[in-house]
Nanobody
Framework: QVQLMESGGGLVQAGGSLRLSCLAT????????MGWHRQAPGKERETIAT???????FVLTRFEDRFAISRDAAKNTLYLEMKNLKPEDTAMYYC?????????????WGQGTQVTVVS
């Protein structure tokens, strides 16, 4: 089992930046795929960025100019750097990780961290 805990969310003005962190504990050596997602009120959850165990990164095109995914393997921590934030970025942000090879689904989810962007 893997436990995930996000942090770093908060209230920020439009144009500002935040770095979200996701600490993984437990059987972290089994993780092969990681990702950040968000869900705004009344909207479906959407994927922002993903990363493989061998550091291949993918950021959805509409986020790639402002968001970046990275990790510190030594700290078992996944990051999402966000800049030039906009009010429409307001959402609950979740990290998720997968241990099951070949599965399209994430096995583990954090509780989320709220990001609120005000103009």
């Amino acid at each position: 089992q893997v436990q995930l805990m996000e942090s770093g969310g908060g209230l920020v003005q439009a144009g500002g930046s935040l770095r979200l962190s996701c600490l993984a504990t437990g059987s972290v050596s089994t993780i092969n795929f990681m990702g950040w997602h968000r869900q705004a009120p009344g909207k479906e959850r959407e994927t922002i960025a993903t990363m493989t165990y061998d550091d291949r990164k993918f950021v959805l095109t509409r986020f790639e100019d402002r968001f970046a995914i990275s990790r510190d393997a030594a700290k078992n921590t996944l990051y999402l750097e966000m800049k030039n934030l906009k009010p429409e970025d307001t959402a609950m942000y979740y990290c998720a990780m997968r241990s099951t090879w070949g599965s399209p689904d994430f096995d583990y989810w954090g509780q989320g961290t709220q990001v609120t962007v005000v103009s």
